[in-house]
């Protein structure tokens, strides 16, 4: 059973406009959250994260906003470029060195 | 230097053959993962280790043998696999500082297939 989740395979946006990418968990010992970013052909790369302990972390054009009460977290890229076309994978660990991945959103940013 | 570097990137191996897949980096991380990712799956966890020592190994069944010769070098050796083990192959380094927020710096991966 994957206790991180994201149920959009794909979003698709306009250039300039915000891309908005969602991942819900299920384990609350989580304290630690992660987005990656994953080019093809290549590995994912870190982007941005949030502590438990937080409910935002900006970064940029990229924040990440955790709602603990709704173990839920998401991730907003404004404004978006195609530069930023690419799979998007959300993180989730309470355990240093035990990751718990999601299965990805690819996101598609149209010039 | 903040790359993790693996090779192959592409093996293609019969099911009675014995290969290794290799990882590396220089960043002075003392954990290095190693993670299966099969097509539009979340990369899941094989193994793990942590100051040259295996510390997580996620029931991986033993056609799969891990090992660390040095802090920087972590390899992966393949006998008997199977077809359904035919996946991308990630590795992956953290600096373990005993920080949360120690993140996980990924390699390209081994397109691996199994005939």
């Known amino acids: 059973d994957q206790q991180v989740k994201q149920n959009s395979p794909s979003l698709s946006v306009q250039e300039g406009r915000i891309s908005i990418l969602n991942c819900d968990y299920t384990?609350?010992?989580?304290?630690?959250f992660l987005w990656y970013k994953k080019y093809p052909a290549e590995g994912p790369t870190f982007l941005i994260s949030?502590?438990?302990?937080?409910d935002k972390n900006e970064d940029g054009r990229f924040t990440v906003f955790l709602n603990k009460s709704a173990k839920h977290l998401s991730l907003h890229i404004v404004p978006s470029q195609p530069g930023d076309s690419a799979v998007y994978f959300c993180a989730a660990k309470y355990n240093f060195n035990k990751f718990y991945f999601g299965s990805g959103t690819k996101l598609n940013v149209k010039p | 230097d903040t790359e993790v570097t693996q090779t192959p990137k592409h093996l293609v191996m019969g099911m009675t053959n014995k290969k290794s897949l290799k990882c590396e980096q220089h960043?002075?991380?003392?954990?290095m993962y190693w993670y299966k990712q099969k097509a539009k799956k979340p990369p899941e966890l094989m193994f793990v280790y942590s100051y040259e020592k295996l510390s997580i190994n996620e029931s991986v069944p033993s056609r799969f043998s891990p090992e660390c010769p040095n802090s920087s070098l972590l390899n992966l050796h393949l006998h008997a696999l199977q077809p359904e083990d035919s996946a991308l192959y990630l590795c992956?380094?953290?600096?373990?500082?005993?920080?949360?927020?120690?993140?996980?710096?990924f390699g390209p991966g081994t397109r691996l297939t199994v005939l």
């Open positions: 384990n609350s010992m989580f304290d630690y």
């Open positions: 949030i502590s438990s302990i937080k």
């Open positions: 960043m002075g991380h003392r954990a």
């Open positions: 992956a380094s953290s600096q373990e500082s005993g920080l949360a927020s120690d993140e996980q710096f």
